[in-house]
């Protein structure tokens, strides 16, 4: 499984150092309401699909590690892209071996610490931006 985030110009691309697929959830909630009829009975409308959200448990390394790929950003880049891009509209790519999908999305959570070994523990909650 690969992700990546990037600008909506596709000038600034972040690739995942490491994702565990076991630690990647998503969710499509359906919007529903409940209602109570004069009878007293519950009356339940579906309504239409919410907004895709994700949520990735991972770790930026704080070294090269040789079981991680190549060319992977350290936990010092990562934490600056996630920085200076908190506030923006990005484009999430997901690539599995399954399928491959792509959204629009915001950074809704983004917590993080660093461990005695420098690398830096993260949870990450990516939600759907629609505009319109």
């Known amino acids: 499984m690969e992700i990546y985030l990037s600008t ?56 090269l590690y040789r079981w991680l790929p190549f060319n992977v950003m350290l936990a010092p880049e990562c934490l600056k892209y996630f920085k200076t891009h908190r506030k923006s509209k990005l484009i999430l790519t997901v690539i599995t071996i399954n399928q491959t999908f792509i959204k629009r999305v915001y950074i809704e959570n983004f917590d993080y610490f660093e461990k005695t070994n420098k690398d830096v523990e993260f949870s990450l909650t990516l939600k759907e931006y629609v505009s319109k």
């Open 8 to 63: 909506l110009d596709r000038k600034n691309i972040f690739r995942f150092p490491y994702i565990d697929r076991e630690k990647v959830d998503y969710s499509s909630p359906l919007n529903s309401e409940e209602f109570t009829n004069s009878q007293g009975k519950k009356i339940t409308l579906i309504g239409e699909e919410g907004l895709f959200q994700m949520r990735i448990s991972s770790f930026f390394p704080s070294k």
